[in-house]
């Protein structure tokens, strides 16, 4: 019986189950004898698709896209903080379990040809039109790569919005990569290493270009000693700005789009923004609960999004300071926070494995996508999480995962391609200006060039150079 479930829910991955065909006799064998039209505990009936609706005694039971969410797969999959059900009985097997997630997951359809109750995605208003052309380095000092057993983990990877250009966190430095190829298919393009620019205040966990690729933001410091966000000129590599004098080593930041603010945040819990011209904290915010993990604001710069160990996800008013959405379906780390380019869109990613997309009308949550979970324990093993989002121009996203894959999506859910990783757990990673072409660095060191449309490698890095193999 599991192999035939298992079997179904391959057919069926192109299309969600339905409440007639699957839900309702997995019902029927298991929660019906408590739960319907005539005997509803917790004046909860299963006996029919409005009644699943309607909901119980303490309200809603289902949300549409939200299996972690709703009460019901809470209660089935005896999740932490629900009632197991059913009560004095072993949980269903995992497959079952599977098709009611799916069901939800998939929009909550009534039957076969039904639709989806999922809200739309909605697409760009406007196409993301191409800007003036990023500047490139041109005049950086010579400074000599630091020396290394072993080439440093990734930790972070950030790509020019306009240029051939991306940026990798090295020991103490950060790594300046650009294209050797001006030819226009930027997908095939071959990437040298540039040069590097000094960061002696010690680890980086965060790299940022700004939004007209004038700027790389660096993040970072000594665990439990100092941290501090630098700025560099892209073009000359010089030092433009540093921004606080932290006790603690800062875990994310980002630059707002008119350059105007630098906000950080680390393991003080706080959300520190800085005027960026004078050095001066304009705003400090001690809503979350746990460290600071992830930090960036909107391509308008109109919002800030902030994320934390917990799994909160804040959004911000740039300017005031005050709280417009608390987004708060993740329960662990936060790993990474992605914006789309209308700013009407906020992509999420955590240690769950969960891709959570937030319409900003509202702060609902449009989708919930599992994009890295590990097949044989879903549920928070050490090959689930997901470490990297990045949208692509035209709306398109990726992700690196715990799984050794990277994966682009279409904006509603849609897997659209994936590849396998080599070098062990992607760490970071970053879509080139041209949408065509991303980056992935991996716990051995090395940086890996994707051909997105082709769906292959084109080129591995390990610091600094070429990999020989």
Sequence with gaps: MILMLLAFR??????????????????????????NSDESNADLDLSSFAAVMKGGSSGAVVNAGRPESSQLYRAISHLENAEAMPPESPKLPEAKIAIVGDWIRGGLIAGKGGASLLRSVGVMLTPVKPGSPAPLPENLLNVALAKVIRPPIPQAIAASPGAPLFAVSGQEQILLYGSMNPRPEASRRMFAF???????????????????????????????????????????????????????????????????????????????????????????????????????FSPDGSLLATGDRSGGVHVWETEKGAIVFTLDEHKVRITDLAWRADSKLLASVAEDGNLILWDMKDGFPSRNIVAHASKESPRYSRRTGVTAVNFAPDGRLMTVGRDGFSRVWSVDGEKLSESRIEGGIPTAAAVLSSGAAAVVGSFDGSLSLWDLTANARTQTLVNGQDDPE
């Design 10 to 35: 391959s057919v069926v991955h192109a299309q969600a189950p339905n409440y007639e065909e699957h839900v309702k006799p997995l019902f029927r064998d298991h929660c019906l004898k408590c739960h």
């Design 194 to 296: 540039l040069g590097a620019l000094p960061f002696p205040e010690g680890t980086i966990h965060d790299l940022k270009f700004s939004r007209n690729g004038s700027l790389i933001l660096a993040a970072g410091g000594r665990g439990a000693h100092s941290g501090r966000v630098v700025l560099f000129d892209v073009k000359t590599g010089k030092r433009v700005a540093e921004i606080g004098d932290e006790v603690e080593s800062v875990l994310a930041a980002d630059i707002s789009a008119n350059h105007d603010f630098v906000a950080l945040g680390g393991p003080d819990k706080l959300v520190k923004v800085f005027r960026t011209s004078t050095g001066e904290i304009i705003h400090k915010i001690d809503k979350h609960t746990d460290w600071v993990t992830a930090m960036s």
